[in-house]
């Protein structure tokens, strides 16, 4: 029985992966400011690593086969201060280093980092084609953080580890991320449209991300950088008419949220939500990978058939 070692393992991502590898009969190793979680899991487990003071657990290093690395600041949580945007790319660079540092000193058996990326290393959608991952990255704050983000990972190189990195869409699920904050006011009754809507969003459910990642695992020649979205990325008009039809039907209200509302409340931020980006999937498709929501109506059928369930 393989280990899967994880960091970010609590957050949204993370659960939901965690939940499907120990379905397929893997142990997972939860990486933890607090080890002693409790869990009724028997396949789970908590150990401890501190990226203030740069300490891990070294005997979760040494059980691992495999490391997937999820932990990060939340992009969207606050404000993009400087503070806080210091915040996004430390905790993503130091936990690497961390894994790094921790991987080159003590003896293990690991056979592949595989890890996050976000879809803000490209820049704005100018209507030619989807981004593939050949394209160059944007020269703002995602794009430098994720370009320090991914070279830290491919470092992992330099030990004899193999690397994955997914470039990943917004996870649908109203468990978290940017769905729950489009399902809020729709609660409500108002279906609110970001912009004029016709900003492009690259996406993904949540269970074909997981998927992705246990993919990386299962596949050993899956290797180098892929973009984690649906084969048919939408408008955010489109993402939040199909919320609103599956969740309410009939009965709710579309407003539009102006431009410079949303850059009054958000700030820098703001320049993300009303950009469009559109990611390929094909690199990922051409290892025989199979979305089982490549579209967006099909996505949320599932997301509101669940929350009925």
């Not at 592949?112 to 976000?118: C, D, F, H, T």
């Amino acid at each position: 029985m393989d280990t899967v070692l994880i960091t970010g393992g609590t957050g949204l991502v993370g659960r939901v992966l965690t939940k499907l590898l120990t379905e397929v009969g893997y142990r997972v190793i939860i990486l933890s400011r607090r080890a002693g979680q409790d869990n009724d899991n028997e396949l789970v487990s908590y150990a401890q690593w501190d990226l203030a003071r740069q300490t891990i657990d070294e005997t979760a290093i040494q059980q691992a086969d495999y490391i997937v690395h999820l932990a990060g600041a939340n992009v969207a949580d606050k404000r993009w201060t400087a503070a806080r945007k210091k915040e996004i790319m430390n905790s993503r660079t130091q936990s690497a280093a961390l894994l790094y540092k921790a991987l080159e000193k003590y003896p293990n058996k690991v056979k592949k980092v595989i890890s996050a990326s976000g879809a803000g290393y490209y820049g704005e959608d100018k209507g030619g084609p989807a981004f593939t991952e050949k394209d160059p990255p944007a020269d703002d704050f995602l794009g430098t953080t994720c370009i320090a983000w991914e070279n830290a990972i491919l470092k992992m190189q330099e030990l004899g580890k193999k690397v994955v990195i997914f470039r990943t869409g917004i996870a649908l699920s109203l468990a978290g991320g940017a769905l729950k904050e489009f399902y809020k006011p729709l609660q409500l009754g108002f279906a609110t449209i970001l912009g004029n809507g016709e900003q492009y969003v690259s996406w993904i459910h949540i269970h074909d991300l997981a998927r992705l990642y246990l993919s990386a695992i299962v596949n050993h020649d899956l290797e180098g950088i892929y973009n984690a979205a649906a084969p048919h990325p939408v408008q955010n008009k489109e993402l939040v008419m199909t919320m609103a039809q599956e969740a309410k039907g009939k009965s709710f209200i579309s407003v539009h949220v102006p431009t410079f509302a949303l850059k009054l409340a958000l700030g820098e931020m703001s320049v993300e939500v009303l950009k469009s980006c559109r990611l390929s999937p094909a690199r990922i498709q051409e290892t025989g990978f199979v979305f089982s929501y490549p579209d967006i109506r099909s996505a949320m059928e599932k997301i509101f058939q669940e929350k009925e369930g």
